[in-house]
Nanobody
Framework: QVHLVESGGGLVQAGGSLRLSCAAS????????MGWFRQPPGKEREFVAR????????YYTDSVKGRFTISRDNAKNTVDLQMHSLKPDDTAIYCC?????????????????????WGQGTQVTVSS
């Protein structure tokens, strides 16, 4: 049974940093692309970052480029999101997600259709 657990969220002052981690089980982690999405209060879930199964292909949404870094450790079945220079607009529930197998194509990397399993999420709150 696929299970994803996010951790590392919390309350941080604007300009601060947090590192989120997603631990996966019940899947062949090294074969799956992984993504991070977030849902701000009262808004739709939005794409944040995606990393291919090998770690060689990475995508970010424009608003986090240069501030966030996605990484994975296939030996530990984890994917992380390092966040720097946090802004109040980054406040959201952050969820990790497992890419579809087989991967349906890079045209879907930022869409919900590109992912088959989702974690419960971890809250990130950035104060001003």
């Amino acid at each position: 049974q696929v299970h994803l657990v996010e951790s590392g969220g919390g309350l941080v002052q604007a300009g601060g940093s947090l590192r989120l981690s997603c631990a996966a089980s019940g899947l062949t982690f090294s074969s799956s692309a992984m993504g991070w999405f977030r849902q701000p209060p009262g808004k739709e879930r939005e794409f944040v970052a995606r990393i291919s199964s090998t770690g060689q292909t990475i995508y970010y949404t424009d608003s986090v480029k240069g501030r966030f870094t996605i990484s994975r450790d296939n030996a530990k079945n984890t994917v992380d999101l390092q966040m720097h220079s946090l802004k109040p607009d980054d406040t959201a529930i952050y969820c990790c997600a497992v890419g579809t197998l087989p991967w349906i194509g890079d045209s879907y990397y930022a869409t919900k259709r590109g992912y088959s399993y989702w974690g419960q999420g971890t809250q990130v709150t950035v104060s001003s």
